[in-house]
């Protein structure tokens, strides 16, 4: 076994660096079972939906799985990696503003149904990130 240390840390050469390899590994696969991996989710944002919502689905209702009504509401629920998707229609909100700073490996999207389908008619997205 030979162990030399460098500008680089500690390298390991013979028998050491194959059981140092195995325990990194193991190591790595424990960490994974343990962390969780960040999951990304879609909420939903419809006309006919309401903020008593949770926003998960992607349908009208008044409470439980439906989508919220305003982007307002998924906004502030929203964490960073998700992806907000604004149905069809026309959203009249005054100021939505967004109080988070998300790094860039998972941002928080919103998403419109397309140009001609989603029209938010208001004014004012604030961020304070």
């Known amino acids: 076994m030979m162990i030399t240390s460098g500008s680089c840390g500690v390298r390991l050469a013979g028998p050491a660096l194959s059981s140092a390899r195995r325990a990194v590994g193991v190591l790595a696969a424990l960490l994974l079972a343990v962390v969780p991996a960040a999951r990304a989710d879609a ?5 006919d ?4 919502c949770d926003g998960r689905a992607d349908r009208g209702g008044t409470r439980g799985a439906c989508a919220f009504r305003s982007i307002a509401r998924a906004v502030a629920v929203a964490r960073c990696g998700d992806v907000i998707e604004i149905g ?20 928080l999207t919103i998403r419109g ?8 008619m208001a004014g004012l997205a604030e961020i304070d990130a």
């Open 43 to 47: 909420l939903f944002v419809r006309l």
């Open 88 to 107: 069809e229609g026309a959203f009249g909100e005054e100021k939505i503003v967004v109080e988070r700073s998300c790094p860039a490996d998972r941002p």
């Open 49 to 52: 939906g309401s903020d008593r």
């Open 113 to 120: 149904s397309g140009r001609a389908s989603t029209f938010w």
